[in-house]
């Protein structure tokens, strides 16, 4: 009888260990199972989090990608433009000075006072002036008053060339040390900031003052 209670006594013993080696499986169970799931949420949030930052900066390359390429477009359209109303400014300044030529007072005039702006412009010495064979055929009957007044003290020998021009003027030393090219080409040539600079005033709808272009 002494044996069979020690024998169920072990055995309860035994049961309770069980029960408590259980509970403590089944408490290390229930920790890592949470400890898992808290590090998979975590990387989740990672992982979500990397995913959003990579979606922004997507977001972003692509903006600064089409943002670069409407800059570029935009600046392009402003060339074309600005070039077009460059040679439309050309084309009116060009139809102007044509006009401007066949009033034979005002032409002449014209002729006279870029003669003078080249006499005080060119060093001492006797001075050449060459003009197309029509504008020399309208100079010569005056030529002696024109230069009087416009190179006072000058000798001034009036030659025509044979160059392609709209009309104008070109003045140089006799020695050829110097010249001032005063035609319509050069001049055009010189002011070709001027022309891009009227250009974008007309872009930006401010009336250009295109006097200076014939008569500054």
């Known amino acids: ?8 006594q ?5 049961l309770q260990q069980a029960e408590t080696l259980a509970r403590e499986q089944l408490q290390n169970a229930e920790t ?6 808290a590090e998979s949420a975590e990387r989740l949030k990672l992982a979500g989090e990397r995913e959003v930052l990579a979606a922004k900066l997507e ?13 570029t477009r935009l600046a392009a359209e402003l060339d074309r433009l600005r070039w077009a109303l460059t040679e439309a400014t050309l084309a009116g300044v060009k139809t ?7 009033d034979e007072t005002r032409y002449l005039g014209l002729l006279e006072s870029w003669l003078a702006v080249a006499a005080q412009a060119l060093p001492p010495g006797d001075l050449v002036a060459e003009a197309r064979p029509e504008d020399e055929k309208r100079l010569t009957p005056r030529w002696a008053e024109i230069a009087a007044r416009a190179a006072p003290g000058r000798a001034v020998t009036l030659v025509s060339h044979s160059q392609q021009s709209e009309g104008g003027i070109r003045v140089r030393l006799a020695d050829n040390r110097a010249r001032l090219d005063q035609t319509f080409e050069a001049r055009q040539a010189r002011l070709a900031d001027d022309l891009a600079r009227v250009a974008m005033e007309r872009l930006f709808a401010s009336a250009p003052d295109l006097g ?5």
């Open 10 to 14: 072990l055995e309860q013993a035994l």
């Open 32 to 37: 890592a199972r949470a400890r898992i799931l």
């Open 1 to 8: 009888m002494e044996v069979d209670e020690q024998v169920s």
């Open 212 to 216: 200076t272009l014939i008569h500054g």
């Open 59 to 71: 977001a972003e390359r692509l903006v600064r990608r089409h943002s670069q390429a409407a800059e």
């Open 96 to 102: 102007a000075f044509q006009k401007l030529a066949q």
